[in-house]
């Protein structure tokens, strides 16, 4: 899914570019007010993990291979507007240090892998989390359904993007079936790992999850009903 420099039009890099740039900014405000002192600490690690998580790739079909994008788990775990800059921030060091991705399609991966990914997630999660019940084996479950589906959508948008300005003329018919064929493949595993990940966390400590707070009760203070010896 990361896009190398030259696979886009000037415009269409340009104007992802700026899209991305305003949904972090916004991100970057909603996300100071979703983080708590527990979930803070959350954001970094869920980086580090999406970081060592996407270098690594698993065999998809016909000699091609996929890899964790992460946008969903991250939606999860620390919230939609904060997974938008954990995975802005892993592929920002990612086209720095490794150049996985191009430094001019910044903004359109920042787009396909985090941003379309952690909003896209997150709907299909809070939509599934409403009709089941508030349980620890529906946040697992919501989490996997929403990271599968999170991962073609990404892949048709990038289809779209590509049909107002790919470098190289192809039909739109054959992208999005190349894309998305691909890729619901892509989204098993990434559900697969998502449900995994999410089980493990929520299984001990609910408190650490966005997705679950609900599932951890407030504390009550209580006075001291003890009396000393007479």
Known sequence: MHVPDGFFNAATSVGAGVFTAGTLGVSLRKAA???TDRLTPMAG????????????NFPVASGTSG?????????VLVGPW????CIAVVLLVQGLLFADGGLTAYGLNVL????VPAFVGWGVFRTVRSVAPA???????????AAFVSVPVAAAVFAVLYGIGGAVDLSFGTVLGAMVGVHVLVGIGEALIT????????????????GAQDLTPELELRPSTTTGAA
Do not use: E, W
């Open 82 to 85: 904060t997974a938008c800059l």
């Open 112 to 115: 396909l892998i985090g941003i």
């Open 45 to 56: 690690l869920v980086s580090a993990f999406v970081f060592a998580l996407q270098m690594l």
């Open 195 to 210: 449900a995994a990940v999410i089980s493990a966390v929520v299984g001990v400590r609910p408190d650490l999850v966005y």
């Open 67 to 75: 890899h964790l994008l992460g946008g969903a788990l991250a939606a």
């Open 135 to 145: 349980t620890k084996a529906t946040v697992v479950a919501a989490s996997g359904i």
């Open 33 to 35: 007010n979703d983080l």
